[in-house]
């Protein structure tokens, strides 16, 4: 099948959303533009499999040009592992970090603006390998 479907998971592979996307043994999630203001708004959320690992690459960034102050943060079962902040920020922006997602673990990326209070679009990918 070229191009389409889902066998695995049942999602938008080629939609954007909060929730992974499988195929085959790789995962993958697209938040797409997400509009961030000054409170913690959430990216992309979801619950690995209790039977699988994740080894993955989260990346997030802004295309926000307004001198904006924009932090970002992961979360693995309520805990920060890894935040970045990007102050004044002028042109588009990109951090990644390499993760090992474990079994039984709610992950939540989130975004927040704290330069100002009108939204500016954030992004979230997730592009990983899965271990059974």
Excluded at 29 to 52: M, R, Y
Excluded at 112 to 130: D, Y
Aim: glycine content about 12%.
């Amino acid at each position: 099948m070229l191009g389409g479907g889902n066998p695995i998971s049942g999602n938008n592979p080629a939609g954007t959303g909060s929730t992974l996307n499988y195929v085959g043994d790789h995962v993958y999630a697209h938040s797409g533009a997400v509009a961030v203001n000054n409170s913690d708004v959430t990216l992309i959320e979801f619950d690995v499999a209790a039977n699988q690992y994740i080894v993955a690459k989260i990346t997030v960034g802004s295309k926000a040009g307004t001198a904006d102050d924009l932090s970002y943060s992961v979360f693995v079962d309520g805990e920060l592992v890894y935040g970045a902040y990007d102050a004044l920020v002028n042109m588009n922006t990109q951090n990644a970090l390499n993760i090992l997602l474990p079994p039984q673990s709610k992950i939540r990326v989130e975004g927040r603006n704290l330069g100002s209070a009108s939204g500016r679009e954030m992004e979230c990918v997730i592009v990983g390998r899965v271990y059974a």
